[in-house]
């Protein structure tokens, strides 16, 4: 089973709000049907070009995806790379889906001169944090956000 991946296109809408949804799921969160629309579309948009997504293919069949985004930082001259969703079908995880993606931006972020990438993780989520803790380094940050 070959494993490749590519960006987003327009004709992956279905199968990725499938896979969205599902992760978002598995946040216990649910987001109206326009914030999928807008979020794909900006995800498919080169006006958006700060905004990416990109699916894992395995057998022609959509089984994992990535979002991140480029935004400007105080600390550094160059913008930074933040890798806001990453998620595998429940059926491809441990065969290397979560770590492919994670390389495909680390090289996307490369290759457009964003070296730093960074992302978030619940505490609970401990399977994902097994793989974060082999190809990232945890930080000593706690997120807050507006009450």
Not at 4 to 27: C, H, N, Q, T, V
Not at 90 to 114: F, H, K
Not at 119 to 138: C, H, P
Request: one cysteine or more.
């Amino acid at each position: 089973m070959t494993l490749r991946i590519r960006p987003i296109m327009a004709s992956d809408k279905p199968r990725w709000a499938e896979l969205w949804r599902a992760y978002l799921d598995f946040y216990e969160t649910t987001l109206p049907d326009r914030i999928y629309d807008t979020t794909f579309a900006r995800i498919c948009s080169p006006v958006h070009e700060d905004q990416h997504g990109l699916l894992a293919i395995r057998d022609e069949v959509p089984v994992g995806l990535v979002h991140y985004i480029y935004h400007a930082h105080n600390w550094r001259e160059e913008q930074v790379c933040y890798l806001q969703d990453l998620y595998a079908a429940p059926e491809a995880r441990g065969t290397g889906v979560g770590r492919a993606l994670i390389e495909a931006v680390y090289a996307a972020a490369d290759a457009d001169g964003r070296p730093s990438v960074y992302w978030m993780t619940q505490e609970f989520n401990q399977t994902a944090r097994q793989l974060y803790d082999r190809i990232g380094q945890v930080t000593p940050f706690i997120k807050y956000q507006r009450s």
